[in-house]
């Protein structure tokens, strides 16, 4: 029974949310027709357009509201909290499926990027070791292994750019699996 009543004040609750949109829409052609009714100069419209101007990219301002979001998610909280305060933010944000596509398109195309960088330096490390190293560079042998060959400055280089390459891939893995 509890459930059921619940249920009826979550829909009342989104009536209520679409006629407010409604009512917005009204207040808006109201506001145009006593602009266009009203003998304003064009300093005290061009002050009307700022505050109209500032107050849309307040409710369009993506990133606070993405990284409210990813604050909300992360959060200790439980999830009968964390689904409320979700849904009081996109209440309050304007936020459409085109917009959050863009948003995930950039994040995945960004990861994607890492893991080949990484593994574009694993291959330059790799090639740096099986290329023979320029004559400068031989003379800085770190390690002896014999008296001609040895552990060389060109193969610290390389094992350094190898590791993190290999870094790169780790971490752009486990921020994968993240979200």
């Not at 499926?97 to 291959?123: D, H, N, P, W, Y």
């Amino acid at each position: 029974m509890s459930k059921e009543k619940n249920i009826s004040k979550q829909i009342r609750q989104f009536e209520a949310l679409e006629g407010k949109n409604l009512e917005v829409e009204a207040r808006l052609d109201e506001l145009l027709k006593l602009l266009d009714k009203s003998d304003l100069d064009s300093s005290s419209i061009k002050d009307i357009q700022k505050k109209f101007n500032s107050v849309v990219e307040k409710k369009l301002s993506q990133k606070q509201f993405i990284s409210e979001i990813k604050e909300v998610s992360i959060g200790e909280i439980d999830s009968l909290e964390k689904l409320n305060q979700l849904e009081i933010l996109l209440n309050s944000n304007y936020l459409d499926s085109k917009q959050a596509k863009k948003i995930r398109f950039k994040e995945t195309f960004a990861k994607i990027v890492q893991v080949i960088m990484g593994f574009l330096m694993i291959t330059l490390g790799f090639a740096m070791v099986i290329l023979p190293a320029p004559p400068y560079f031989e003379m800085f042998t770190i390690f002896h292994f014999t008296y001609n060959d040895g552990f060389t400055l060109m193969d610290l280089i390389s094992l350094i750019i190898i590791a993190s390459g290999i870094y790169i891939i780790i971490k752009s893995y486990l921020k994968f699996n993240n979200e």
